[in-house]
């Protein structure tokens, strides 16, 4: 069992930065991808970005593209989303996830709330 926290909301101003953490409770191998997601209120779950840690591939939604990067600490098992030039449309519930190929599980944080004033 993957349990996963994060941190590093809050409340910034459009054109801000914030930066999310998503630390796992165990050693993230070559099988594993970990990435974010949203949701806003009233709307469904978006992809925001992923990182597969077997070669450092990155993915990112439409919507984020440019202004939001992917990274990992591989000591630390953690994953690192840098969220630049925010929007109010970026404001959500952030979820971290994580991806494990060889077994298709799927683990989930608890959500941690981004809002971008105007």
């Known amino acids: 069992q993957v349990q996963l926290v994060e941190s590093g909301g809050g409340l910034v101003q459009a054109g801000g930065s914030l930066g999310l953490s998503c630390a796992a409770s165990?050693?993230?191998?070559?099988?594993?991808?970990m990435g974010w997601f949203r949701q806003a209120p009233g709307k469904e779950r978006e992809f925001v970005a992923a990182?597969?840690?077997?070669?450092?591939?990155?993915y990112y939604g439409d919507s984020v593209k440019g202004r939001f990067t992917i990274s990992r600490d591989n000591a630390k098992n953690m994953a690192v989303l840098q969220m630049n030039d925010l929007k109010p449309e970026d404001t959500a519930l952030y979820y971290c996830?994580?991806?494990?190929?060889?077994?298709?599980?799927?683990?989930w944080g608890q959500g941690t709330q981004v809002t971008v004033s105007e």
């Open positions: 165990v050693r993230i191998y070559r099988n594993f991808a």
């Open positions: 990182l597969r840690w077997s070669d450092r591939s990155t």
């Open positions: 996830n994580v991806d494990e190929a060889n077994t298709g599980k799927h683990y």
